[in-house]
């Protein structure tokens, strides 16, 4: 989503495939990308993978609008905002949501709508249950883990609320560290247990700005235990 947004951005067209998790890394493989990882794009001749990276070559290709501010200083700003948002934030977004589809797989069909997998959606979802497994395994996201990113989660959301005070995040334009850190945001408030505490903060209104339509939706499933935390830190 991070990178869909740059290029719809820069107004360059593209063709979406999306690839199922786990089996993705194979696939990147076979299609001679250096990693395992997306996103993956292949633009101007060359294989870019990762966000940053991605967001870096589309400045070269085409650098009007820029998605980096052109004093070094606010540059700076941005680009660690950025960095946060890809090395801190995306991976316990990613686990709590894995976390809540092995509890209920259910979810998962509001999460395919609109997907360009290359088989059924219904064949894709009934055989979803080693691919959540898998996902659980590579993401990291035992119980242990999610405990600890729900109770480091006011923390991180204060961190974005403050750039957005001070202006790094929630310009007029979006910025790089804009759409990378809006995304994740909006990922967690797909789960209900949730959004309701993100969305009453700058965090969440720059989510729902940036990133207005996202599929999919988790109902309540968090133990009550793992959220005392965060409701003690949103009462507080």
Do not use: C
Not at 59 to 88: H, I, K, N
Not at 126 to 146: C, E, G, M, W, Y
Not at 157 to 162: A, F, H, P, Q, S
Not at 169 to 194: C, H, K, W, Y
């Amino acid at each position: 989503m991070t990178t869909r947004l740059m290029l719809e951005r820069k107004g360059i067209d593209y063709r979406r495939v999306d690839l199922m998790p786990v089996i993705a890394k194979g696939a990147l493989r076979a299609l001679r990308f250096p990693g395992v990882t997306v996103p993956a794009l292949r633009i101007g001749g060359r294989r870019v993978q990762g966000s940053r990276e991605i967001a870096r070559e589309l400045d070269r290709l085409v650098p009007e609008p820029p998605l980096y501010p052109a004093d070094p200083e606010r540059r700076a700003a941005v680009e660690e905002a950025e960095r946060f948002g890809d090395e801190e934030l995306q991976a316990p977004a990613r686990r709590i949501l894995w976390n809540a589809l092995h509890r209920d797989r259910s979810p998962l069909r509001s999460f395919a709508a609109g997907a360009r997998l290359g088989i059924p959606i219904d064949l894709a979802l009934k055989t979803s249950s080693p691919i959540v497994a898998l996902s659980v395994r590579f993401n990291h996201a035992s119980d242990k883990n999610v405990r600890a990113d729900l109770a480091a989660l006011p923390g991180m959301l204060d961190r974005i609320d403050g750039w957005i005070a001070d202006g790094v995040l929630g310009g007029a334009e979006p910025n790089a560290a804009d759409l990378q850190i809006a995304t994740s945001v909006r990922l967690l408030m797909t789960m209900d247990d949730l959004r309701g505490p993100i969305e009453a903060r700058p965090a969440g209104e720059l989510a729902m700005r940036v990133v207005p339509d996202l599929p999919g939706r988790v109902p309540p499933i968090m133990p009550a235990a793992w959220l005392a935390p965060r409701a003690e830190r949103a009462t507080a």
